[in-house]
């Protein structure tokens, strides 16, 4: 007896899951409801391109540090993330650097560019590190090849002058 309902038991249960996972297995086509389901992140590509000059003389700076930092979030215990990306002038004291990342929306996120320098006397002396906020660089974005998880190209443009440090 025990035998029989046990067998009855799993023919159910093994008709109601069957029926289960064939509805899970639908494939979206133009007859059917709903897009195709895509895994993954949106993303941008990004372009830094920028100058920094010596305030007094507009003399190019080689060797200053190029930092485009942005927040990501603050965790539960208060700790503010960003993500830091570096880079270094070269001899005419450009920066020219691209990369992935997130694409930018308008909460909290905007990114800041911060120039240091670290090489002391050697790049024409030593200078006041300075930080670019919102409005003090240009941002233009190229969207002619978006998609749905692609978002484009943005290009963050400047021309940065650091005082010399008394």
Known sequence: MKAKIRYI????????????????????????YG??????EPHADY???????????SEPLKGIQVKYRRY???????I????????????????EASFGEFP????MDKPEIVLEDI???????K????????????????DSKQDSWYMGTYTLSFDAKLKKEE
């Not at 503010?80 to 920066?95: Q, Y």
């Not at 930018?104 to 909460?107: H, I, N, P, W």
Request: glycine share 16%; net charge negative; proline share 3%.
């Open 9 to 32: 038991y799993e023919a159910i249960a093994g008709a109601i899951l069957s029926f289960l996972g064939f509805s899970g297995c639908t494939i979206y086509g133009p007859d059917m």
């Open 35 to 40: 897009p195709p389901v895509e895994y993954g």
């Open 47 to 57: 372009k830094l391109v920028g100058t920094v000059r010596a305030e007094d003389t």
């Open 72 to 78: 990501v979030y603050t965790d539960n215990d208060g």
């Open 80 to 95: 503010e993330h960003f993500t830091d990306r570096t880079f270094l002038t070269d001899a005419e004291g450009k920066i």
């Open 104 to 107: 930018m929306s308008d909460g």
């Open 119 to 125: 090489d002391g006397e050697e790049g024409g002396g």
């Open 127 to 142: 200078f006041q590190s300075d930080t670019l906020r919102t409005g003090y660089y240009n941002v233009s974005l190229d």
